[in-house]
């Protein structure tokens, strides 16, 4: 990740103007990420709830959402939280310990790849005196969010399955005792193949998402600061990263609930005789099933994404001696 700031001169307190490029830690993205999905993550797990509900389930998020309360209690809204690097399998009942979550353990491997790949892109096509186009920006986010979503799948799959699992029947959850105990029990019942159940889907909905997302991002803050006197402020931060949620929710939904309701299948179902199925029951209205949930959580998602972003590179220029 890279950026051009003005360097601090040490020579008599002189601060010329000199532009230098800043080179951020390829795990910028991933960290921002995390801290963004431990403040949405009941959010999250709502949205999944209403995507693999049965038909005579709660409908509607604040249904699902009080369901969840009355069901599992508060820390059932943190369904999937366990520790990484527990080596003792916990009780089925107790998933919820104040460790490591499947969630974060999707961002550290998706967000790290797609928002290090897409910066790196970047910083190699532009120029001092040029950035890259809207139309690069949306050929260079594709890519990141397919090798994202190929690296992320494992944890992917994980998460949804621990946040799927209390709305399963008792003798049909699958009561994953951690995160890594998933990833061994899911290789050596399901072979290895399973890691990478409904990755094409999972790949295609990256590309949209990271496409809409970061390229939204990066052209609706240029063109704020090229047209208006906002600056490159947190007011800025914020309003491109609401608008980036928008348009990334909106254009996800369909492959966010086709990808929700591969990984949560126990047995494996082709993709046209999927949504085949899925259009026959529930007819064209399942194509945005979730999409509120959706937009609450992934736009607070966004926003915090970014914010927590901008935070670690004001952080680390100021660390380096830059300024803006």
């Known amino acids: 990740m890279s950026s051009s700031v003005k360097s601090r001169s040490p020579e008599h307190g002189v601060k010329p103007v000199q532009q230098a490029a800043v080179h951020y830690p390829f795990w910028f993205g991933g960290s921002a990420s995390c801290c963004a999905a431990a403040v949405t993550h009941p959010l999250d797990l709502v949205k999944v709830r209403l995507q693999t509900r049965a038909l005579d389930g709660p409908k509607g998020m604040f249904n699902t959402f009080v369901h969840v309360l009355k069901s599992d ?14 080596l003792h399998p916990l009780e089925s009942s107790s998933p919820n310990s104040s460790q490591l979550s499947a969630s974060l353990l999707r961002q550290l491997t998706y967000s790290t790849t797609r928002f290090g790949v897409y910066e790196e892109l970047k910083e190699a096509v532009s120029t001092s005196y040029q950035k890259p186009s809207f139309p690069t920006l949306i050929a260079m986010s ?11 799948n494992p944890a992917d799959v994980l998460n949804v399955r621990m ?3 209390a709305a399963l029947p008792q003798h049909a959850r699958r009561n994953y005792a951690n995160a890594i105990d998933g990833l061994i029990r899911m290789t050596r019942e399901e072979g290895w193949r399973a890691l990478f159940r409904g990755v094409w889907p999972n790949s295609m909905r990256a590309v949209l998402m990271t496409a809409s997302q970061l390229a939204s991002y990066d052209y609706s ?5 090229k047209t208006t006197e906002m600056g490159d402020g947190l007011t ?7 608008f980036a949620g928008f348009v990334a929710t909106t254009i996800c939904s369909p492959v966010d609930v086709i990808k929700t309701r591969v990984m949560s299948a126990k047995e494996s179902e082709g993709l046209v005789a999927l949504l085949t199925r899925v259009h026959r029951l529930e007819g064209p209205g399942w194509m945005f099933r979730g999409w509120v949930p959706s937009f609450v959580r992934l736009g607070p998602h966004t ?17 380096r001696g830059f300024e803006e």
């Open 303 to 319: 926003v915090a994404t970014f914010l927590f972003l901008e935070q670690h590179k004001k952080i680390y220029r100021r660390l």
């Open 142 to 152: 594709s890519t990141s969010g397919f090798l994202g979503g190929i690296v992320g």
């Open 221 to 225: 803050k240029e063109l704020i600061l």
């Open 163 to 165: 946040q799927h699992d």
């Open 73 to 86: 209690g508060v820390l059932g809204l943190y369904r999937g939280v366990s520790n990484l690097f527990l």
């Open 236 to 242: 800025t931060h914020f309003s491109c990263s609401i």
